[in-house]
């Protein structure tokens, strides 16, 4: 199966909130650093939150204070609590880990997505006002 699932995504108003979560069936290596990236059509995937295997979390400004990502390691998974939604979070939401131990403490930024080995499908977020 795919080495990434994601669940949680739908739509939901302004203000509102959705928590995504992402089962990983990775057992080759131990996931490091898991993050949530999110593209819209025509731009860039842009790393949204990133976690690494200390807990350490790092995320772009525009969701700082709104979005929240935790990960359950014994259980495989990886959270995003989204609150207090806006419309510019409408996006296809994708998880991603990789093997490498990146540190996003003391504001380290999140890793590019090309430093990602593992990838899910998405799973979409839509905010209407």
């Known amino acids: 199966g795919a080495p990434l699932v994601e669940s949680g995504g739908g739509a939901v108003h302004s203000g509102g909130s959705v928590q995504l979560t992402c089962v990983h069936s990775?057992?080759?290596?131990?996931?490091?650093?898991m993050s949530w990236f999110r593209q819209v059509p025509g731009k860039e995937r842009e790393g949204v939150a990133a976690?690494?295997?200390?807990?350490?979390?790092g995320y772009h400004d525009s969701v700082k204070g709104r979005f929240t990502i935790t990960r359950d390691d014994a259980k495989d998974t990886l959270f995003l609590q989204m609150d207090d939604l806006k419309r510019e979070d409408t996006a296809m939401y994708y998880c991603?880990?990789?093997?490498?131990?990146?540190?996003?403490?003391?504001?380290?930024?999140?890793?590019?997505?090309?430093?990602?080995?593992?990838w899910g499908q998405g799973t979409q977020v839509t905010v209407s006002s």
């Open positions: 990775i057992d080759e290596y131990p996931v490091r650093c």
């Open positions: 991603a880990a990789t093997v490498t131990d990146y540190s996003l403490r003391f504001g380290m930024p999140i890793p590019p997505a090309n430093q990602f080995e593992y």
């Open positions: 976690i690494d295997s200390d807990g350490g979390a």
